[in-house]
C-alpha cells in the first residue's frame, strides 16, 4: 500500500522489516496467550542495535535522530509486534545523554549500547496522584551521605527485564517550595541491588501483555552519586524527556495503524457474503478510507515533531499533536479491522483483537488524550490555565 512516507529511510525499514520478518503473528500471539515478555524479539533487536539509536556514537550508539528511531518503532508495530516491549531502552537513556554527569554517561550508556544493561524502566507515576505529578508522594532524604527513598509508584513498566530504573521523587516539601514543579529530583536506581534492600515489585495483571507493576520503597537506600543533574530540577528533566517519548510513541500507533488498514484492505477484499466481496460495499470501505487518511495525516505531524526536534526547536506542540492524532487514527483503524473481520475479528488467530487491545493504551499512557488536548489548550492556544 503506498503511504505519503514509504520511499522515506527504506534502507532502515528494510533492515528492521527483515529482522521483524524471523518473528512473525504466531510468536507474538504465542507471547501474548502466555502473558511472557518477548525476549528473544528484544535481544534480537538489542543485538542488532536498533534500540540503541538515540545513544551518540561517542557512547557506543548510532547516534541517529528522532525521526530515523522513530521509523524503527513505527516499523516494529506495523510488523505485528509491540513496541511497548523494549521502547524504554530506545528513550530512558535521554535523561541520561542530556543531565547526566560525564562519569554517569562514561559508566552506564556504552553498557546500554550493547544491551549488556537495560534501562527499560521510568517510575513517576503514583497510586493516589496519577496525572498530578507535582503531588507525588515518594520522598529521597539525603542521610549520611546516601539517599533514602520511601513511598509507592504504580503502573511501572518492564522492571523486570531492566536492570536501571529512572526514578522520580520529591526532595524538598512541598511546602517548602516556591513552585510546585521545584524540588523534585530523578535519580538512577540498580534494580537488583534495590530488590535487596527496600523496594518491593508487584506485577499488574492488566488487558495488554504489557509487564507492569507497583513498586513500594520502604527506607531504600541510593548512594549519593546516583542523583542525576542537580537536586531540585527532575521534574523539568522528565518534561524535557517527554517530547521525545510521545513523538515514538505516535510512530507506534502510525506502524498500528498502517498494519490495521493492510489487515482489513485485505480481508475485505477475498471475504465474499451476498455473492461478492465485501469490500464493495461503499458502507465498508468509508470507514477504512477514512481511517487510512487520520494515519496519513497523523503521519506528517509525527516526522513535524520529529524534524523540530532533531533541529534543537522547541516540538512540544507538534509532539503533542502527532501522539494525539496518531492514537485516535489507530484507534479508528482498529476500530474498522475488527468490525470489518465480523466474529473472525474476535479470534485470536487472527491477531486483530490482540493488536486492537494493544494500541488502546495509547488512548490513557504515556499521557492521556483529555492531558494532550488541555497542553494545547493552554500553551498553544493561550486559553487561561485550567489546573
Ligand atoms: C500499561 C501501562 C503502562 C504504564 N507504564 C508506565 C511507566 O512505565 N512509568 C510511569 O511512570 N507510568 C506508567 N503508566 C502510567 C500512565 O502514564 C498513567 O496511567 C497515565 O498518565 C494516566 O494517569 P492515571 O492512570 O493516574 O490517570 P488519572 O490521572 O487518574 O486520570 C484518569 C483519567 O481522567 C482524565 N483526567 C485526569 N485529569 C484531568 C483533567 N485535569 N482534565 C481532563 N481530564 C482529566 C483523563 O482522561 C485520564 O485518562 C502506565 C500505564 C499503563 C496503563
Not at 543485538?47 to 516494529?76: C, D, F, H, Q, R
Not at 547526566?100 to 534501562?119: D, F, V, W
Not at 513498566?157 to 529512572?166: G, N
Request: hydrophobic share 40%.
Amino acid at each position: 500500500m503506498p503511504t505519503s512516507q514509504s520511499d522515506q529511510y527504506q534502507d532502515i525499514r528494510d533492515a528492521v522489516r527483515s529482522l521483524c520478518a524471523e518473528f512473525p503473528d504466531e510468536y507474538h500471539r504465542r507471547v501474548d496467550e502466555e502473558r511472557a515478555y518477548p525476549e528473544a524479539f528484544v535481544d534480537a533487536l538489542t543485538k542488532a542495535g536498533w534500540l540503541a539509536a538515540l545513544i551518540p556514537e561517542e557512547y557506543g550508539g548510532s547516534g541517529l535522530g528522532l525521526t530515523e528511531a522513530s521509523v524503527i518503532m513505527e516499523e516494529i508495530n506495523r510488523s505485528g509486534g509491540n513496541s511497548g516491549a523494549c521502547h524504554g531502552q530506545m528513550y530512558n537513556m535521554n535523561t541520561l545523554v542530556r543531565h547526566g554527569s560525564e562519569e554517569q554517561r562514561q559508566r552506564y550508556l556504552p553498557k546500554i549500547a550493547t544491551g549488556e544493561l537495560r534501562l527499560q524502566s521510568m517510575a513517576v507515576t503514583e497510586p493516589t496522584t496519577g496525572t498530578d505529578t507535582t503531588q507525588l508522594k515518594t520522598t529521597a532524604v539525603r542521610k549520611d551521605g546516601r539517599w533514602v527513598v520511601n513511598g509507592q509508584k504504580v503502573w511501572i513498566s518492564r522492571v523486570q527485564h531492566s536492570d536501571l530504573m529512572i526514578l522520580l521523587a520529591r526532595t524538598t516539601p512541598l511546602a517548602d517550595v516556591k513552585k510546585k514543579s521545584d524540588g523534585m529530583s530523578i535519580f538512577v536506581v540498580d534494580i537488583r541491588e534495590a530488590m535487596k534492600k527496600g523496594m518491593e515489585v508487584r506485577p499488574i495483571a492488566n488487558m495488554v501483555n504489557h509487564e507492569t507493576n507497583e513498586i513500594f520503597f520502604d527506607e531504600l537506600e541510593l548512594p549519593e552519586e546516583n542523583l542525576i543533574g542537580e537536586e531540585g530540577k527532575g521534574f523539568r528533566y522528565i518534561l524535557t524527556g517527554l517530547n521525545a517519548e510521545r513523538t515514538l510513541i505516535a510512530a507506534e500507533c502510525i506502524g498500528d495503524g498502517y498494519w490495521f488498514t493492510d489487515r482489513v484492505t485485505g480481508y475485505v477484499s477475498e471475504r465474499r457474503v451476498f455473492g461478492r466481496a465485501i469490500g464493495q460495499n461503499q458502507g465498508v470501505q468509508f470507514p477504512i478510507a477514512e481511517a487510512f487518511i487520520e494515519v496519513e495525516a497523523a503521519n506528517l505531524m509525527r516526522f513535524e515533531a520529529c524534524r523540530l526536534y532533531d533541529s534543537n526547536q522547541d516540538c512540544g506542540a507538534q509532539a503533542n499533536m502527532a501522539k494525539y492524532l496518531a492514537a485516535k487514527a489507530s484507534w479508528e483503524a482498529a476500530n474498522a479491522c475488527l468490525q470489518f473481520h465480523g466474529g473472525f475479528g474476535f479470534a485470536c488467530e487472527y491477531d486483530v483483537e490482540r493488536k486492537f487491545r494493544e494500541t488502546r493504551l495509547y488512548q490513557v499512557a504515556p499521557i492521556s488524550t483529555n492531558l494532550i488536548l488541555s497542553y494545547v489548550a493552554e500553551h498553544v492556544l493561550g486559553l487561561p490555565r485550567s489546573f
